[in-house]
């Protein structure tokens, strides 16, 4: 039975991409990501970061610096219970407010699943006290900030270049180099930061 290549649930059909299979595009897609986002160049990537670090707020639109923050979340219905950490692009106080509204469904719908909501409410109220209390990030952005702007960078440089070299056909799905690497063509110039920066908060956010 098969298993998809991503997550590892069993795959029932699901998509095929070379030799593997995948439950989802989603997993599909997050894998290929994942392959090529080690290719972004770092001085590409380095402006990037710290452009979206001291920009302004993509919800709030106020002062940064913008980071990854998350916060954690536990709905609970007699024998279900639901739980997830939501990672957002945001300033410290739009990630503040989420938090607290987080905490208050915890606390208010967390209790009532037997047995993971009695033990995983608690788990979940201290994390996100945790996130809410804690001092600002340190005056750099982090590592998770980089990570998901150098996955946007992918994500858009991946879906902008055509898939065959124009010169010898070699496929360039994936390739965000900008050079052909069969023939040394050079196909495309890597997006802006601009692109960067207006993506990087919507792949991230739960």
């Known amino acids: ?7 590892g ?5 699901g998509i095929k991409r070379s030799s593997r299979r995948y439950c989802s ?15 972004v160049p770092r001085d590409v990537l380095e402006p990037a970061v710290a452009q979206v670090w001291a920009g302004p707020c993509p919800r709030c639109g106020g002062h ?9 979340r536990v709905v609970s219905l007699i024998v279900v219970t639901r739980f997830v950490t939501r990672n957002r692009v945001c300033c410290r106080g739009c990630a503040r407010k989420a938090q607290l509204v987080d905490l208050t469904i915890c ?25 809410i209390f804690a001092g600002p990030k340190s005056g750099a952005p982090s590592a998770a900030l980089a990570r998901a702007v150098r996955l946007s960078l ?7 270049h055509s898939r065959n070299c124009t010169q010898c056909g070699y496929n360039l799905a994936g390739n965000i180099t900008g050079v052909c690497p ?18 990087a908060a919507r792949d991230v956010r739960g």
């Open 25 to 39: 595009r989603r997993c599909s897609d997050a894998t290929l990501l994942a392959s090529i986002d080690g290719q």
């Open 107 to 131: 606390l208010l719908f967390g209790w009532w699943g037997f047995p993971a909501g009695l033990f995983l409410t608690p788990a979940h109220v201290i994390l996100n006290l945790m996130e």
């Open 9 to 13: 649930a069993i795959c029932f059909g």
């Open 1 to 7: 039975m098969a298993r998809c290549g991503n997550c």
């Open 64 to 72: 940064g610096p913008v980071d990854v923050h998350s916060s954690h």
């Open 182 to 199: 069969e023939c040394g063509l050079r196909f495309a110039s890597p997006p802006s930061v601009d692109v960067f920066a207006q993506h």
């Open 154 to 160: 992918a994500q858009s440089s991946a879906a902008q």
